[in-house]
């Protein structure tokens, strides 16, 4: 498949849930096509970093994918934040919840429950460790983003 | 001194506590993290002419005290989760920023902040969008596999997720402890998603089977659990992080029982 029809499959699909989490999170109604657009433009940026075709760098792991992206989104969310009078976290924590690492932590969890079930096994405990730690250092990658603006420019001063 | 005099300047303050607790016991109930919730309060605080504000932050209660002119009022609310609300946080929050600007008083913060109703979206329409949701998550999911379009998936895994969502949003109208919830909802999913696997609907089963859980993962909660950490509220992050693992566990419990019962073990 062409590489950009690929990207921008990846686009509109992750646009889907940033606008359904965010409805979970009742997010007022204004907000919510911010929440789509943030939310497809990370993901899309995620999945283009970690491609092997990208040029230059090479591609990414994707830990570091999940920094960057999120650190751009929430740069994005915090432009919008001093437009729309809201904390940024509105608009950035449903753009981020395509990119959180679900199936690494429940099969990591799995995986655990599977030990405690047909007793130790080597390969059970790599897939445990090998997902759990996946799942949480993109977790940490996804906080710590979000966060970049404010620990590196708003030190001390309020966002909004 | 003027007796009189006294006793309003006491009032006053005590309106002021009051107000402060109010606004920060309902950015903590609506899933606000906790650098957020002390600057709006004591940014309310002080707009509202008082010297200082300190508040302590646990995962349930909130603890504050407004200073003026050497005078301390001190209290403490306890806190139940409301669920994640967006909306309350923003009403909350603009409410502080025009007591900053001095278009409210602290009578005009207290009937705003007694004002706000929280927004929610209709049930069905939550569902809905979720199904289509976790459907995305599947065709992301095949994608990064670089794997063919496959309907069935999709059909399946939106059905799952649907279902499962509506049914958790019922059940959490009568309050039923989170989970309960989750593990009874996760298995609910799991099960629905395990019938395509047995009658052979579907060409991945693996990937409908995890996506129609996707649901579950309490996002928000890690999210704000590690920004809290980073920004130095290890105490509330802690407590935040731990909830989100144990709803994670209490999925598998329900996703392990399904898989026992249909004996699909396609996720391993």
């Known amino acids: 498949m062409n590489p950009l029809i690929t990207l921008l499959q990846d686009f509109g699909l992750a646009a889907v849930p940033a606008v359904g989490f965010a409805m979970i999170f009742n997010v007022p109604k204004p907000a919510l096509k911010y929440c789509a657009l943030a939310g497809a433009i990370g993901h899309a940026l995620r999945f283009a970093l970690t491609k092997p075709s990208l040029p230059w760098i090479g591609p990414l792991p994707i830990e570091l994918a ?25 608009f950035t924590v449903a753009a981020m919840i395509p990119m959180v690492p679900g199936v690494y932590a429940f099969t990591a969890l799995l995986a655990l429950v599977e030990i405690e079930r047909k007793g130790y096994s080597e390969a059970l405990l790599r897939t445990a460790l090998d997902n759990g730690l996946r799942a949480f250092f993109i977790i940490a990658a996804l906080a710590v983003g979000l966060a970049l603006p404010g620990l590196l420019f708003y030190r001390r001063k309020p966002v909004v | 001194m003027n007796v009189d005099k006294v006793t309003w300047v006491k009032d006053d303050q005590r309106e002021v506590t009051r107000l402060c607790a109010q606004a920060g016991l309902m950015l903590l109930q609506h ?36 200073i003026r002119g050497g005078g301390c009022h001190t ?35 207290a009937r705003r902040l007694d004002g706000i109703k929280p927004f929610r979206y209709p049930r069905w ?31 399946l895994t939106f059905a799952a997720s649907a279902v499962a969502m509506h049914v958790r949003q019922w059940l959490a109208s009568f309050q039923f402890n989170p989970l309960v919830n989750f593990a009874v909802t996760a298995f609910i999913a799991t099960s629905i998603a395990a019938q395509g696997v047995i009658h052979g609907w579907v060409d991945s089963p693996k990937i409908a089977m995890s996506a129609c859980v996707l649901l579950f993962v309490p996002g928000f909660p890690f999210i704000n659990a590690v920004s809290d950490m980073v920004k130095g509220y290890i105490n509330t992050g802690i407590s935040r ?13 329900g996703i392990v029982l399904a898989m026992t019962v249909w004996n699909v073990w396609t996720w391993l």
């Not at chain 2, 906790?34 to 603890?63: Q, W």
């Not at chain 2, 569902?127 to 059909?155: K, W």
């Not at chain 2, 992080?241 to 419990?253: H, N």
């Open chain 2, 241 to 253: 992080g731990v909830m989100a693992v144990l709803l994670l566990l209490a999925c598998c419990a």
């Open chain 2, 31 to 66: 899933g606000a993290e906790s650098a957020l919730v002390e600057s709006v309060v004591r940014r309310l605080g002080l707009a509202l002419g008082m010297d200082a504000v300190e508040l302590v932050l646990l995962a349930n209660g909130i603890t504050l005290t407004t």
């Open chain 2, 125 to 155: 329409l939550v569902s809905v969008m979720v199904g289509f949701s976790c459907a995305a998550f599947a065709r992301l999911g095949l994608l990064a596999q670089g794997a063919e379009a496959d309907l069935g998936t999709y059909v």
């Open chain 1, 66 to 90: 999940t920094l960057i992206a999120a650190g751009v989104v929430s740069v994005i969310g915090i432009y919008w934040a001093q437009k729309w009078r809201a904390h940024p976290k509105v």
């Open chain 2, 75 to 109: 209290t403490a609310r306890r806190n139940l989760d409301r669920g994640i609300n967006m909306h309350a946080v923003t009403e909350v929050q603009r409410t502080m920023l025009l007591a900053e600007e001095k278009q409210l008083d602290a009578a005009g913060v």
